[in-house]
């Protein structure tokens, strides 16, 4: 008898972890972070006359025909900055190595008149609208507000807030 109870439980027990399973659910995937909406600093211009260099790269957003790598990008970016320091001709090294070049021209593109949050933008006198902040990437909108006159400054290529690659922004006017 108790063999027979003993089989029967094992049976029970056995039967149990073999029974259906339940489906394993999928993965979640993280919905994206949302970033906060871009706000106007204390002190910033109504509007802002730049150039940019732009370094990009293989597999970057809106790259054309760029076939260096991640690194090198990042690599040229900062040796062009370094030699701005030295006391290079910013406008040279953008008709030279900038990757926001115009496809019917091959001539690098700008300058450019972003306006801020709040100001209409408006045609300029040669016909091409003002950019507003909003339409800027982020860490480009960001910088470009916060420079001083003739002042340049690299942005880095982050996926989300600069994801075309680096740019070296020259504030004119």
């Known amino acids: 008898m108790r063999s027979w109870i003993m089989a029967t439980l094992l049976l029970t027990l056995l039967a149990g972890a073999c029974g259906e399973r339940e489906p394993e659910s999928p993965p979640t995937v993280p919905a994206p972070v949302e970033l906060p909406p871009v706000v106007r600093g204390v002190g910033e211009p109504d509007r802002v006359l730049y150039n940019q260099i732009l370094i990009s790269f293989a597999g ?43 496809a019917a021209s091959g001539k690098a593109n700008g300058p450019y008149v972003a306006c801020n949050i709040g100001v209409e933008h408006r045609l300029r006198p040669d016909n091409l609208p003002e950019i507003p902040r909003g339409d800027l990437e982020r860490d480009v909108g960001d910088a470009v507000f916060s420079m001083g006159i003739n002042e ?13 690659g680096w740019h070296i922004l020259h504030r004119v006017r």
């Open 60 to 102: 970057a957003k809106g790259n054309r025909n760029s076939t260096r790598s991640r690194e090198q990008a990042r690599r040229l970016a900062h040796t062009l900055v370094a030699r701005l320091k030295a006391g290079e001709d910013y406008l040279r090294l953008m008709n030279d190595y900038s990757d926001d070049c115009s």
């Open 152 to 164: 340049a400054r690299l942005v880095e290529y982050d996926e989300r807030t600069c994801p075309w």
